[in-house]
């Protein structure tokens, strides 16, 4: 039996900051960048993937329309899965996203940080060059490891379901 993932047709979520006064379009720190205090950097905005798995009348499948809420603590947003939901990037600032999903029968959570994108690159280049390149290349890429200029990122997100207790 094939794994494909169900397509996601819907347009992208965007998440909405919690304390909008103090925001700018997306960037939770927009008003307090402006006024000069130390906050995190802006870098934009990222896409996440998110997901459910649960059980379904084929047994443990990807489930679609199942309603979820994501909650960093300074944004949120309700949306239904599978779904792309655009986040702030705030580099290595970015806070944790936690995700619940829950259907009348179902439910299930996940938190996620984000990851330094360019050093799992450069480590991942590392791989194929033997053992003795790997510990060169990882000692080099760890020695590059720059919060100001590295890209960060979230993982896709799969919320896995399990049945509610009675």
Not at 32 to 41: H, S
Not at 47 to 65: F, K, M, P
Not at 67 to 84: R, V
Not at 112 to 134: H, M, P
């Amino acid at each position: 039996m094939a794994c494909a993932n169900a397509e996601i047709s819907t347009p992208p979520v965007t998440v909405v900051p919690k304390d909008r006064a103090a925001a700018v379009g997306i960037d939770v720190y927009g008003r307090a960048r402006a006024a000069g205090n130390p906050v995190p950097r802006f870098r934009g905005q990222e896409t996440v993937q998110i997901r459910t798995w649960g059980n379904g009348e084929q047994g443990r499948t990807e489930l679609t329309g199942v309603p979820c809420l994501i909650d960093s603590g300074t944004y949120a947003a309700n949306f239904t899965t599978p779904a792309n939901v655009i986040v702030p990037d705030d580099g290595p600032n970015s806070p944790a996203l936690f995700v619940r999903c829950e259907t009348e029968t179902q439910s299930g959570s996940i938190t996620v940080n984000v990851y330094n994108d360019t050093n799992q690159q450069r480590q991942q280049s590392a791989a194929g060059a033997g053992v003795l390149g790997a510990i060169i290349i990882g000692a080099v890429a760890a020695a590059n490891t720059d919060n100001e200029t590295d890209d960060f990122k979230y993982p896709a997100l799969t919320v896995n379901l399990k049945k509610k207790k009675d």
